[in-house]
């Protein structure tokens, strides 16, 4: 089947800790995107990617590390720098044409110990 | 940038009422979606419209881009039909969906 798929589902991070969240898509689609969600609020842009080896900041990438090698594919890190980190984390992916729609994956959790 | 909000905040209904959502924007938008979260955290993508009208079984959307608001409807609720709906813009010229805060749906049997 075609989708997304976040893993893992759940994520624990000690104090001074980067861990990576794996974000592959086999949509074929051209751009990809990770999102935070804090708990009742909405989704917030951390960064984007619109073609392979290219990437750009959203709206809350501090502490944040992304790469983009492969087009079906889109790892965050969440690094040591960040110091807030439990949090709800959405990838997304879209094709870049007239009718850009975005569909997510199920999201992972990110906890700290 | 541009401006999303919801209303109402949240909503309670009894299975089998029906209920509409509104989605206010601050500026023309060349997308629109509305999303369904369920209770797992699940997004599901319900509509792309921009703009007119939509129907997809118990839901439909529209939106009247002239006036910058879109409305979801839900016609005889389900307890399936809680969690959270989003609705999402984008703007032209920009690659940023910006989301609303949502509105919490609650169906009770």
């Known amino acids: 089947d075609g989708g997304i798929t976040q893993s893992p589902k759940y994520l624990f991070r000690k104090e001074g800790q980067n861990v990576t969240l794996s974000c592959e898509q086999n949509?074929?689609?051209?751009?990809m995107y990770w999102y935070r969600q804090d708990p009742g609020q909405g989704l917030r842009l951390i960064y984007y990617?619109?073609?392979?080896?290219?990437?750009q900041k959203g709206d809350i990438a501090e502490g944040y590390s992304v790469s983009r090698e492969k087009k079906e594919s889109f790892p965050l890190t969440v690094t040591s720098a960040q110091k807030n980190p439990t949090a709800f984390y959405l990838c997304a992916s879209s094709m870049v044409t007239l009718t850009p729609s975005q569909h997510f994956g199920d999201g992972t959790r990110l906890s700290i110990l | 940038g541009i401006q999303v909000e919801q209303s109402p905040p949240d909503l309670i209904l009894q299975e089998g009422a029906n209920s509409t959502l509104r989605c206010n924007f601050s500026?023309?938008?060349?997308?629109l979606q509305w999303f369904h979260q369920n209770p797992w955290g699940q997004l599901i993508n319900l509509f792309y419209i921009p703009s007119g009208t939509k129907q997809n079984g118990r839901l439909s959307a529209t939106t009247v881009a002239t006036e910058r608001y879109s409305l979801l409807y839900i016609s005889s609720s389900q307890t399936t039909d809680s969690g959270v709906y989003f609705c999402a813009v984008l703007k032209g010229g920009s690659e940023k969906l910006v989301f609303g805060k949502g509105t919490k749906l609650t169906v009770n049997p």
């Open positions: 990617s619109q073609i392979v080896n290219d990437f």
């Open positions: 949509l074929n689609h051209d751009a």
């Open positions: 500026d023309s938008v060349n997308n």
